[in-house]
């Protein structure tokens, strides 16, 4: 397993795609030979490459397939960036790239401890930014966010604090609820019904289909 860099974005082969004009974002194209429309306005022609980069990544700092592509995304997602789902292994991720960390629990040392599926929740995030370009949930729906009403709540609170035109990275296990029958399983579909109701753009870009069946799908307020 390599170490995480000492510095920010260091050794990532994604080049940052925020704040580039539509030439620039055509010439990042250009060099790594992706086929992109050129008539895209410029936030769809941003949206295509950060899809394109999301099937060519190659550093990695996990062993674990599902949480090194993780790793390997969330560069070429914009900042402000919120990142939902804190956990042990991802305290270090502040040195992959910049981000507010929120999470429920306050062992795990967030930014801001907060719990998603709650009005106090937007409060809470929008005192550091009034709203994010990017969000990161991962871990979170199907690990405590599990009943319907939950899932609709967190989604929507998602909305209200992100930018228009924002983007979110889901990532959750297709497989049933710890210790719970295969029914509680949210598959792809029942998680892009989810998405549909508040985003736009909705799409799978990747899946695994190992012990975990982790999934993560892109899409944009």
Same mark, same amino acid.
């Given at each position: 397993?390599?170490?995480?860099? $000492?510095?920010?974005? =260091?050794?990532?082969? &994604?080049?940052? %795609?925020?704040?580039? *004009?539509?030439?620039?974002?055509? +010439?990042?194209?250009?060099?790594?030979?992706?086929?992109?429309?050129?008539?895209?306005?410029?936030?769809?022609?941003?949206?295509?490459?950060?899809?394109?980069?999301?099937?060519?990544?190659?550093?990695?700092?996990?062993?674990?397939?599902?949480?090194?592509?993780?790793?390997?995304?969330?560069?070429?997602?914009?900042?402000?960036?919120?990142?939902?789902?804190?956990?042990?292994?991802?305290?270090?991720?502040?040195?992959?790239?910049?981000?507010?960390?929120?999470?429920? $629990?306050?062992?795990? =040392?967030?930014?801001? &401890?907060?719990? %998603?599926?709650?009005? *106090?929740?937007?409060?809470?995030? +929008?005192?550091?930014?009034?709203?994010?370009?990017?969000?990161?949930?991962?871990?979170?729906?199907?690990?405590?966010?599990?009943?319907?009403?939950?899932?609709?709540?967190?989604?929507?609170?998602?909305?209200?604090?992100?930018?228009?035109?924002?983007?979110?990275?889901?990532?959750?296990?297709?497989?049933?609820?710890?210790?719970?029958?295969?029914?509680?399983?949210?598959?792809?579909?029942?998680?892009?019904?989810?998405?549909?109701?508040?985003?736009?753009?909705?799409?799978?870009?990747?899946?695994?289909?190992?012990?975990?069946?982790?999934?993560?799908?892109?899409?944009?307020?």
């Amino acid at each position: 397993m390599n170490k995480l860099p $000492k510095q920010q974005n =260091k050794e990532c082969n &994604i080049p940052c %795609i925020n704040g580039k *004009n539509k030439k620039q974002l055509i +010439k990042i194209a250009n060099d790594n030979k992706f086929k992109i429309n050129e008539k895209l306005e410029l936030s769809d022609y941003r949206y295509n490459l950060l899809l394109k980069f999301a099937n060519k990544v190659k550093f990695a700092y996990s062993d674990i397939d599902s949480r090194k592509y993780l790793e390997e995304i969330i560069p070429c997602f914009p900042e402000p960036m919120l990142f939902l789902g804190w956990a042990k292994y991802t305290k270090e991720y502040g040195k992959i790239c910049k981000m507010i960390s929120v999470d429920i $629990k306050t062992k795990v =040392k967030p930014d801001i &401890i907060a719990d %998603i599926t709650t009005d *106090n929740f937007v409060k809470k995030v +929008k005192e550091q930014h009034n709203n994010y370009k990017s969000l990161i949930i991962n871990g979170v729906i199907g690990w405590g966010v599990n009943e319907p009403e939950q899932i609709h709540k967190a989604l929507n609170n998602c909305k209200k604090v992100m930018s228009p035109g924002g983007y979110m990275l889901m990532g959750w296990n297709a497989m049933p609820f710890e210790g719970e029958s295969d029914d509680t399983t949210i598959t792809i579909q029942m998680m892009k019904k989810y998405l549909n109701k508040y985003f736009k753009d909705v799409k799978l870009i990747k899946s695994f289909q190992d012990e975990w069946k982790q999934m993560y799908i892109v899409c944009r307020k």
